[in-house]
Structure formats: C-alpha cells, structure tokens
C-alpha cells in the first residue's frame, strides 16, 4: 500500500535530496511540503531555489508549500520527514507526534534523548523498539525517529563492523567536510574559496556523543551507550559534497589492517528498499576513498573506506559517505522504510 507522506523544510538542501528520493519512491507518495512563513503559500517551483543537478519533478513543482504546522498537513499523511534548523524542529516536531504524525527526522535536536532512537537501520535496527517507551512516556499517537549527524553516519558503519568483531575501545577522528553540510546558506563563498575552516560548531560533540548512542545496546527500556572513547576533531573544506575522515580505532582484541578491511567488507544492506547490497566499498588503491569520485557509491547509499594501515594503537583508515544522501535525505527515507515495515505507521 502506497504510504502519503509530507516533508517539513522541503526547500533546503536536504529537502531538495529527500524530494529527489521520495518522488520516484516505490512504496512512498508525496502529499505536503512546509517550508518558513516566507515561502508558505508560494509553488514549490517558486519557493524552492533548486540546485539539484536534475530537473524539480513536474508533480511536485506545481504543489503549494504550507506552513510547518501540523493543521496544514492532510490527516491522510502518515510519515513526516523532517529537514528543519534545529531550533525551528525542536519546537515544531513534537506537535505533529502529538497530532499522531510519525516523524522521521535529520535535524540535530533530540537525537541524544533517552527515549528516541537514533538509527541507521544497518547498524541499530532494534533500537526502533524505544518508541514503544516513547509512546508510554509522552502520551503520542505518533513517534519521534532520528537518524544522526552525517559526519557520525559516515564513520559509525566501518566502526560498528570493527566493535562486531574485534570490541572497539578508542576512536580519534579528523573530518574534511563538505559545505554543503551546513546547508544553502552555512558557508560564504568568501569564507571558504581557497581555504579550510578547522570548526563546525557543536560537530565534535555530536560524533562524540551520537556514535556511541548508535553503537550501543538496547535492552527493552533504554539503550546503554557504548563504552568506546571516541574524540572528534571537524574541518569544513571546499568540496561540494561528501564528508572525508581520517579515522584511528583502537579494539580490545588485535587486528591487522587486512582483518579490519575484511571485516568491514562482510557487512550487508537490509532488506529495505534504499538499502545498498553491501553496506561498506572497501577500496584497495591508497589514495580512495576520494569525494569527488566516491561520493556516489551505492547511489550515493554506501560507505567507501580505505588506506588501511596498522599503527602502534590499533588501525588507522579513511571512508567517506555523501552528506546529503546517506547522511541526511537516504538516511531518513531508510530509517522511514523500516517504521513502515515494522508496523508503526
Ligand atoms: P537549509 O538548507 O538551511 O534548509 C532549511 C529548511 O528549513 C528550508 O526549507 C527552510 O525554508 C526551512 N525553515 C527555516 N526556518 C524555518 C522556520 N522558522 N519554520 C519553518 N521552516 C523553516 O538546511 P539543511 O542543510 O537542509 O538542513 C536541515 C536540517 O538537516 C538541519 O537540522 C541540519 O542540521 C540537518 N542535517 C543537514 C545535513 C546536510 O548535509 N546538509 C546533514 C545531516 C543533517 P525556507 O526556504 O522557506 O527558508
């Protein structure tokens, strides 16, 4: 059954993606769009400054965006992705789980509760079982999923296939992040042409904190985080899209570079529509995973790594993943599959 459902910040960045993936969707159909009050009213061709390299689809050009509140949505929508600042999710998202909407949702805020789960359904699917606590604890007809930050999707999929294995106990990281990471209006041309800007507010302490809510496990009421000390260090570069990371892991049991790459080779996708076959490309030549070459992996659904090598603490690689397709736009439709096949919506 075809399942309608609206997008709330439909005209930023990762709003453009998930209409880019939710148009020719299998199992999904396009009902509403939101946007702020400066846009509310307008088409969505007119409101919509579309800088996606493939044309707005014609249905959904022609619909009119509506205010982000629950009365502008149809009550025959069942799923809402949200893409908002975080500031405007935090007040507006829990009034559609109150008004029975299930959200899945990219935006930062909340991520860290104790009762919303934060999933990459390849990694932590059974954490979706916290919106039963969620549902007993808020009163809500509808739930509240989130998936996390796209610099943590990009790193948690290789660590997670290292903790399966060999129980990891330390992580640095470095990112080279893309600007379009902080959306249309994040990064100045004159800020970042010819140069690197070594801060992203708040990034540090999401990877920091995010990976080990993912990493962790759930036991039927809450998710015990994961014990590994992760310590993160987020660089905006000029690259357009695709988050690069240079990653140092430490495990409790030791592991050569070529165990590390074979482990993180055997992961599969799950069975949901936009999950890749396999989860992590490993690469052999030393200088991939490269963004502008690799970004795309997997329709841009996958996690590229390489330049394996072993150090005095563990192992040290790189992966890359595309921030607005499997760290935001596909990590949401993804996460909107799973509420759909397992039956809250
Ligand atoms: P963006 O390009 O700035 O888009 C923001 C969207 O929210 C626009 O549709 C905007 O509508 C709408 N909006 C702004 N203020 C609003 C208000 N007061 N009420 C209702 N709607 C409002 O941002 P983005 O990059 O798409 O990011 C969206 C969210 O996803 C953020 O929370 C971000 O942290 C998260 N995220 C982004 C990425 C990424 O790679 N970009 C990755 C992971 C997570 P107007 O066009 O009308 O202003």
Not at 64 to 77: H, K, L, M, Y
Not at 103 to 121: K, Q, T, Y
Not at 273 to 286: A, D, Q, T
Request: hydrophobic share 40%; net charge negative; glycine share 10%.
């Amino acid at each position: 059954m075809t399942v309608r459902v609206g997008i709330l910040g439909a005209t930023g960045a990762v709003g453009q993606r998930l209409i880019q993936l939710l148009d020719p969707h299998p199992d999904f159909e396009i009902a509403a769009l939101t946007a702020s009050e400066a846009s509310a009213g307008s088409s969505y061709r007119e409101a919509a400054k579309w800088r996606i390299d493939a044309p707005i689809p014609e249905d959904v050009a022609d619909i009119t965006v509506g205010a982000t509140e629950p009365d502008a949505v149809p009550d025959d929508v069942s799923l809402i992705f949200s893409s908002l600042p975080s500031g405007v999710g935090a007040e507006v998202e829990p009034d559609f789980c109150e008004a029975g909407y299930v959200v899945s949702s990219n935006s930062s805020n909340g991520r860290m509760d104790e009762d919303v789960p934060l999933i990459i359904p390849e990694v932590n699917a059974d954490h979706v079982g916290l919106l039963e606590v969620q549902r007993d604890e808020r009163g809500w007809d509808g739930a509240l999923l989130k998936n996390p930050n796209c610099s943590t999707i990009t790193m948690v999929p290789p660590l997670a296939a290292l903790d399966r294995a060999f129980d990891l106990t330390d992580v640095r990281v470095s990112t080279l992040q893309a600007v379009s990471g902080a959306g249309y209006s994040g990064v100045t041309s004159m800020e970042i042409i010819d140069n690197a800007i070594p801060h992203i507010g708040g990034e540090e302490q999401k990877m920091e904190t995010e990976s080990r809510k993912l990493l962790g496990d759930f036991d039927g009421a809450e998710v015990r985080l994961n014990d590994a000390d992760v310590a993160a260090s987020c660089n905006r570069i000029p690259t357009l899209d695709g988050h690069l990371e240079n990653v140092w892991a430490d495990t409790a049991e030791d592991v050569t570079a070529a165990e590390a790459a074979d482990a993180m080779a055997d992961v599969s996708g799950v069975d949901l529509p936009s999950s890749p076959e396999r989860l992590i490309r490993v690469f052999e030549e030393p200088d991939r995973p490269q963004p502008r070459l690799d970004r795309n992996v997997d329709g841009g659904m996958g996690v590229a790594v390489g330049g394996f090598r072993e150090t005095t603490d563990g192992v040290q690689f790189n992966c890359l993943a595309h921030n607005t397709m499997r760290g935001a736009a596909g990590a949401s439709v993804l996460n909107g599959e799973l509420l759909a096949q397992r039956g809250y919506l």
